[in-house]
């Protein structure tokens, strides 16, 4: 295709490339630019350019100041405070390779364009974070997906890492052969949750290699409730059953409290300096974890078995600190 006949794709991208509210072009600088591409234009060409392109949904601005107008794209598909979040949410996932975080920043940049993508160009902060080594996780989760949406059960093998830093297949590399029903995303990984036999299991979708669609239909649907993972994955995606738990804390807790389990959880007043609530969990190591961080000002009154693992959990770790 001729240049000249792609006239108005040029200055489209002219537009969106190098211009903002704060980036505006006036007519001569749009005619020099479409120069410099090699397509001579007249100012009247330009101007019924620009009516079509806004005929077409481009948010084309004129912007009178002084003797000149000076034109810029407004709203565009994304604005700059969408695109910081999304990059800013590649940048946090552990999941995404360093070398991937770097192409997909690279383009949500260009949905900003040139004059705003220098905003956007924040990659210095990923080298400092852990992130996934498996470059196959972005397959794995599309050939995932396109599984559950087939009905197929799928085949794949997995690996740990062993102390020579190297990936070991487990099952001495024998493929698993699963019913994948969903993916969850918890504690920032990915996990496949899939019926295994009779068994309902996750898989760490970064761990998982050369995935393939056997074809033949899922089972175990009985096995997969969906409702249970939103309280499952509050603390990790290997606790057990989902049980209540009270808790009593000091007043100054219950932001922490909000914001773990969300506004819905009942509070009642014990004092003027303690309250308590309740919350549907999974126990699990991690719930643990968290509880202890939090020290002094909160605890677990019942059910009495889960106080009871707590306090065998606190004794187990004391035990690898006491002096010989």
Known sequence: MEKKSARQLYLMRILLEQTDESHALTLQELIEKMDAEGIPVERRAVYADIEALREFGVDVIADKRGRNTYYFVGNRQFQLAELKLLVDSVQASRFITERKSRELIKKLSDLAGKPQSNELNRQVLIASRIKSMNESIYYNVDEIHKAINSDSQISFQYFQWGLD???????????????????????????????????????????????????????????????????????????????????QAKNWMIGIMIDRFGRDIPIAKVNDEEFETRAELAISPQFFGWLFALGPDIRVTSPGYVVNKLREYGENVMRNYQQP
């Open 165 to 247: 830093k190297e990936m070991e297949l487990k099952r001495d590399g024998a493929r698993y052969v699963v019913s994948p029903w969903a993916l969850v995303f918890d504690d920032e990984n990915y996990y496949m949750v899939a019926v295994e036999g009779s068994s309902l299991k996750h898989y760490r979708v970064d761990k998982m290699l050369r995935i393939k669609a056997t074809g033949d239909p899922r089972a175990g649907r009985e096995l997969y409730h969906e409702e249970e993972y939103g309280k499952k994955s509050l603390f990790g995606m290997y606790g057990g059953d989902i049980v209540p738990v009270t808790f």
